[in-house]
């Protein structure tokens, strides 16, 4: 051999075709695209230079790693031997999704992180792999079986809790993604001719837990409670009064609060999940609310302090619901509904004080479809829930949207206020001055506003 020529490189004594380690074909205990088993799998290096795993023999136990690396070796001489080339019109249902979210950002959808960490969580380990032309109906039917055993034990793979509901918006969120990948108006992401997710069954559906509202003398309590923050006594009156979103209260500005013909005009929320500003109300329908009765002097104070500018009201950074509950046991307001959450039981949120509202105005006898608007529900049969709720605890209710406490201490205006609303007085000749609010008169606040 001369100096000069070539002289093969080895290690460990053996001979490699390229220098470097010998082709073993790395291995990986993963699932399988196609059976959705786990199973031994090779990193294998194609003609092309792509590099995917390839399934070795399903017969290979996960505790023979020997067996696997000396089955990965001889498929990776036999990839390399054949020259054989990814096949790159093949999608997995991992990269489709990708695809899929990013267009429905692009639409302005705000469900879209949720679904794609249910999507990451729960749907992709199983089908994520798969070609996204080739799944069938035996594959989802194996999600729905794994979703529904997650919700039996309470728990994902990861050891977080997991319920049924859940699975369903797991399962849900898969639908609407091969409802698309079918018929999407975007032409790029209609990959498939059918629809393997019609004809399957869903996840099982659990014990639907009660919907939990607050009685107009628990609400008395909490709004005149002194170790209750006045900011947060606000906020709750608003949010039953008005029946309102907590992202459309966020978003709500004076100049959509017409006091003189007493309407509040709601037309959009605040969108805090992708933090992008405003947006439509969640049924994409702006809707004009009638003010309630007792509301008005409290509103009436409020933009006096605000000088009619800006927002009515700004969400406090904290959580909302656990600084609901908090405040309830502040207020001595224990009862355990409230504040209890169980497999049959749901803990009050602030999102039930909206609830409360508007099972308060069908007690009431409002009309259906009226409270159907001003809730801004998108079909009837959600307004229908609260009908026969209220319809069922009538003689629980007592007076509903009682009298707010006194304007003395509940939305006292800073004597050194000003403000630039001439129709003050003639507003508040309006309002019926209701047992409960005496000292806080409407004179009261008169001697306010004029100093």
């Not at 309590?221 to 209750?228: D, E, H, I, N």
Request: proline share 5%; aromatic share 6%; hydrophobic share 35%.
């Amino acid at each position: 051999m001369t100096r000069n020529s070539p002289t093969p490189k080895t290690r460990h004594g053996k001979a490699t075709s390229k220098g470097g380690r010998p082709a073993t074909g790395s291995i990986k205990w993963r699932r399988n695209a196609k059976t959705g088993e786990m199973q031994w799998h090779a990193q294998v290096t194609l003609k092309d230079g792509s590099r995917p795993f390839a399934p070795l023999d399903a017969k290979i136990p996960e505790t023979d790693v020997e067996g696997a690396r000396r089955c990965a070796r001889e498929t990776s001489a036999y990839f390399r031997k054949h020259g054989m080339v990814v096949d790159r019109s093949r999608e997995t249902v991992t990269h489709f999704a990708g695809r899929w979210c990013k267009w429905r950002e692009r639409k302005g959808l705000g469900c879209v992180a949720a679904d794609r960490a249910l999507l990451e969580c729960h749907v992709l380990p199983v089908l994520g792999a798969f070609d996204v032309r080739e799944v069938a109906r035996e594959d989802l039917k194996r999600l729905v079986a794994k979703l529904d055993a997650k919700a039996e034990r309470g728990t994902s793979d990861e050891g977080r809790p997991f319920s049924w509901k859940t699975a369903v918006n797991a399962w849900g969120t898969v639908r609407s993604l091969f409802r698309d990948a079918q018929k999407s108006k975007d032409v790029a992401l209609c990959v498939r001719d059918d629809n393997p997710a019609d004809g399957v069954a869903g996840p099982d559906m659990g014990p639907k837990k009660s919907k939990v509202y607050v009685w107009p003398n628990e609400f008395l309590k909490l709004v005149s409670s002194p170790k209750v923050p006045l900011r947060w006594r606000r906020l709750f009156a608003l949010a039953v009064y008005t029946y309102a979103r907590a992202g459309e209260l966020a978003a709500l500005d004076w100049t959509d609060v017409d006091l003189e013909h007493g309407i509040i005009h709601i037309h959009q929320s605040l969108d805090a999940k992708r933090g992008r500003g405003l947006k439509a109300t969640k049924s994409d329908v702006a809707r004009r609310v009638p003010i309630e009765h007792e509301l008005m002097p409290l509103l009436v104070a409020m933009r006096a302090e605000a000088k009619g500018k800006g927002r009515v009201v700004r969400l406090p950074g904290e959580h909302l619901s656990r600084s609901l509950r908090m405040y309830l046991r502040r207020a001595g307001i224990d009862r355990s509904d409230l504040l209890t959450s169980d497999a049959t039981r749901k803990a009050m949120t602030f999102h039930d004080l909206r609830a409360t509202g508007i099972t308060w105005c069908a007690h009431r006898g409002d009309e259906p479809l009226k409270i159907m608007y001003r809730a801004g529900h998108a079909d009837f049969e959600t307004t229908k829930i609260y009908l026969r709720e209220a319809e069922n605890l009538s003689a629980a209710f007592g007076t509903v949207f009682p009298a707010l406490p006194p304007l003395g201490s509940f939305a006292t205006v800073s004597q050194n206020c000003e403000t630039d609303d001439d129709n003050v007085s003639e507003l508040l000749s309006k309002v019926v001055e209701a047992p409960g609010i005496e000292p806080g008169s409407e004179n009261h606040l008169l001697a306010h506003l004029r100093t």
